[in-house]
């Protein structure tokens, strides 16, 4: 059974940064697509930025160039580095997963899902 945990998420000020980490087991990272997602209330889960099993990286217009994910594969971890941070990034960051190869920020494209984490910048 795959499991999903995220941390490193809080509250910073406009132009700081962030670094959320996901811890996986039941499967390791080299052979797992995964993604970060945010959600801010009443709006649909969005994706941030996705790594598929050949580290090839895919980021949302809004994060590219200020976000950065990666896997620490002796960690079995999926991160996610945020630097130059904005308010509109301020929302629940969620992290997900899927077997095999997937190059996709569709939330339908991931079957497990970690608890959320909350990131909060302020102006």
């Known amino acids: 059974q795959i499991q999903l945990v995220a941390s490193g998420g809080g509250s910073v000020q406009a132009g700081g940064s962030l670094t959320l980490s996901c811890v996986v087991s039941?499967?390791?990272?080299?052979?797992?697509?995964m993604a970060w997602f945010r959600q801010t209330p009443g709006n649909e889960r969005e994706g941030v930025a996705n790594?598929?099993?050949?580290?090839?990286?895919t980021y949302a217009d809004a994060v590219s160039g200020r976000f950065t994910i990666s896997k620490d594969g002796a960690k079995n971890t999926l991160v996610l580095q945020m630097n130059r941070l904005l308010p509109e990034d301020s929302a629940v960051y969620y992290c997900?997963?899927?077997?095999?190869?997937?190059?996709?920020?569709?939330?339908?494209?991931?079957?497990?899902w970690g608890q959320g984490t909350q990131v909060t910048v302020s102006s």
């Open positions: 790594i598929d099993t050949y580290d090839s990286t």
């Open positions: 039941g499967i390791t990272t080299s052979r797992t697509s």
């Open positions: 997900a997963a899927v077997p095999g190869w997937v190059r996709s920020l569709r939330v339908r494209d991931y079957t497990v």
